[in-house]
């Protein structure tokens, strides 16, 4: 137990006090009941600003905790947030203690000497990279070929001509999360035509062991968070969890005592307990990964696009700082960034969806912190015992997306008979099984979104279809969408992050609130397999 903060008896007038710099609050009601909380938002741990009344709003994603529950009261999915206790020293002096945990990385292994290539960090693509920790060989998100979400996002690097053999032969490959460009099909269907027997490490995330094994893999092992997995007499490995109550883990390796923590793409790993002194910190940089704002331009004018654009940079740019200050990593490398609109009919998102630089990102991080920083290449490898970068610029293709491979498959989607009429859509939605209180207006459009081939109102309460007039006490939705991708993404059972995540889909709101309760459920609980039997 250690006291955090501590607040004198005067002051504790009825309402929310904020203590201990903001980082603390303190809530008091009428009756002189107290309860206190860390200011750190459920969703990314991003602090609150001021309350109204009992309410906290988060000024990121418009979450709103009740202080007087402390439970989330939007979205509503009564989310608890974690509580201080409260204890009096003495008469007059209120003492806010958290309970001190245990760290699973505590009893750290002493440094060991490392040879020149026992440690070493061989770059792939995005958020793949292989690191090789003496005798054993892991292997990150391989998305190596083709796109991610059906066609919205495109590798910037060329991986290694031998990737496939790297994957292959490698003793484990770690899956952080369910995205496509980290579970990225093109690559694993691939690799499962060369083998199903590799080693898979992956979080205990039901989904993601389920979408391995219809690939055919058999060798699929599920790690408890927060545990060490050895392997050999000098390595073990720990999967943490993102807390933003999304489905998302980073990866942690020590080696001899030299340690390596992969945040990958999570926005609060751990709670944002982390380890210390790491050595090589990989973490996302890029920001521009969603399709809000770049796809709601009927919404926000291009200049309110450019400022949030703008916002969201930095505050990617301050959340790699700060990871790097709190593990006190002594290098940073800008990780799982590296993709690119670059398909023409995306020219425009591209042109708008304006991102960070790995330059930028190791700029703020070495004049805001004693670590330096690491661009890497393709086929790039950082060794830990020499701190040098050795690279072949020989063994790695030149890019060619060759987009007709990959696309071709989506389009037969539009043929899929059972969604040839509007009934095969209610079909859908009854599959899918969210029902709340929202019109959802579908515009299927050609590629470019100027034609629009077939609109489809479903009422969601019911959920059925509807036509005409709109109750306007209703939240509304309208989305525009290619039809190719949104047929697909039905007939196949998809989330809907390969919608908009994948830029596939221009939308509007009223009211302009985000409908948080429909985007959880979309893209996190749809039902197993798809709504046909036979897709």
Not at 7 to 22: N, V
Not at 56 to 64: A, E
Not at 289 to 296: L, T
Request: proline share 5%; with cysteine; glycine share 8%.
């Amino acid at each position: 137990m250690a006291v955090i903060a501590t607040i004198g008896r005067k002051e504790l007038t009825p309402g929310a006090h904020f203590i201990a710099e903001g980082s603390v609050i303190v809530w008091v009601n009428e009756n002189g009941d107290i309860r206190a909380t860390r200011n750190r938002c459920g969703h990314q741990g991003a602090k609150f600003g001021s309350a109204s009344g009992c309410v906290l709003t988060c000024p990121h994603h418009g979450w709103q905790l009740d202080l007087s529950q402390m439970v989330y009261s939007n979205p509503t999915s009564g989310q608890v947030q974690p509580e201080l206790k409260v204890e009096w020293s003495g008469t007059d002096l209120l003492s806010i203690i958290e309970e001190e945990t245990v760290l699973p990385w505590s009893n750290s292994q002493p440094r060991g000497l490392l040879k020149p290539g026992e440690f070493t960090i061989r770059f792939l693509a995005h958020a793949s990279a292989e690191f090789t920790m003496g005798d054993f060989t892991l292997i990150t998100d391989p998305w190596l070929i083709g796109p991610a979400f059906l066609r919205g996002w495109w590798l910037v690097h060329q991986p290694p001509v031998d990737w496939m053999d790297r994957l292959a032969n490698s003793d484990a490959i770690f899956i952080s999360h369910n995205h496509s460009d980290h579970l990225n099909p093109a690559t694993l269907g691939l690799l499962a035509e060369r083998t199903v027997d590799v080693r898979f490490v992956v979080p205990p995330f039901v989904d993601i062991a389920k979408k391995l094994q219809q690939f055919g893999f058999k060798n699929i092992d599920v790690v408890p968070f927060g545990v060490w997995n050895q392997f050999g007499t000098d390595g073990r490995f720990m999967v943490l969890e993102d807390k933003t109550t999304r489905n998302d883990s980073g990866l942690f390796l020590e080696y001899k005592g030299h340690r390596i923590l992969n945040i990958v793409d999570s926005h609060n790993l751990n709670g944002g307990i982390l380890p210390d002194n790491v050595d090589v910190l990989l973490s996302d940089f890029a920001s521009g990964a969603s399709g809000y704002p770049v796809c709601w331009g009927d919404l926000l004018s291009e200049e309110e696009i450019e400022k949030r654009l703008r916002n969201n940079r930095s505050r990617m740019l301050r959340k790699v700082v700060s990871t790097a200050q709190t593990t006190h990593a002594r290098i940073v490398v800008p990780f799982a960034g590296y993709f690119t609109e670059a398909h023409p009919a995306d020219a425009e998102i591209q042109r708008v969806n304006v991102k960070n630089t790995p330059e930028e990102v190791v700029a703020a991080v070495e004049n805001q912190t004693t670590a330096h920083g690491w661009i890497p290449t393709s086929n790039a490898v950082f060794d830990l015992a020499t701190e040098e970068v050795t690279t072949d610029a020989t063994k790695f293709e030149i890019q060619n997306y060759d987009f007709e491979r990959w696309l071709a498959p989506i389009r037969t989607s539009r043929a899929f008979k059972p969604l040839q009429d509007q009934q095969g859509i209610l079909e859908y939605f009854e599959w899918a099984g969210f029902r709340g209180d929202l019109i959802l207006d579908i515009f299927e459009t050609s590629e470019d979104f100027l034609t629009i081939e077939r609109r489809t109102t479903v009422d969601l309460r019911g959920p059925r279809l509807v036509g005409g007039e709109l109750d306007p006490n209703i939240n509304y939705k309208k989305m525009l969408v290619r039809t190719d991708i949104f047929r697909h993404v039905l007939q196949h059972g998809l989330s809907w992050e390969e919608i908009s995540i994948g830029f596939n889909a221009r939308f509007t709101r009223s009211p302009n609130v985000y409908n948080m309760d429909f985007w959880t459920h979309m893209q996190d609980s749809l039902p197993s397999g798809s709504a046909w039997a036979v897709n």
